[in-house]
Nanobody
């Protein structure tokens, strides 16, 4: 599956953004979906992930640093997954990557940049 992120851009501290990840190719419902981020000089880190469950079986998890501020959601139609980023601070500045994985399949988008600055 090919992934394309969108929605990044310069935002002021305290501001919000909504990132989207669109999938093309063989898009199937049994991919686990996640958002990662990477800032200069640091390793890529997991921000949030969501499993393939529906309703009460859906499980979302978040990195400790973003709990309460970020929300991951599965989307219908062409957009696979979104990430709502609220109350951003400069430490959230990074390139944000979409990831889809199942079994041995592990696909990445090229990322969307989110600089947080006055």
């Amino acid at each position: 599956v090919q992934l394309v992120e969108s929605g990044g851009g310069l935002v002021q501290p305290g501001g919000s953004l909504r990132l989207s990840c669109a999938g093309s190719g063989r898009v199937v419902d049994y991919y686990n979906l996640a958002w990662y981020r990477q800032s200069p000089g640091r390793q890529r880190e997991l921000v949030a992930e969501i499993n393939t469950g529906v309703g009460s079986r859906q499980v979302k998890s978040y990195a400790e640093a973003v709990k309460g501020g970020f929300t991951i959601s599965r989307e219908e139609s062409n957009a696979l997954v979104s990430l709502q980023l609220n109350d951003l601070n400069p430490e959230d500045s990074a390139v944000y990557y979409c990831n889809a994985n199942v079994g041995e399949i592990n696909s990445w988008g090229r990322g969307t940049q989110v600089p947080v600055a006055p």
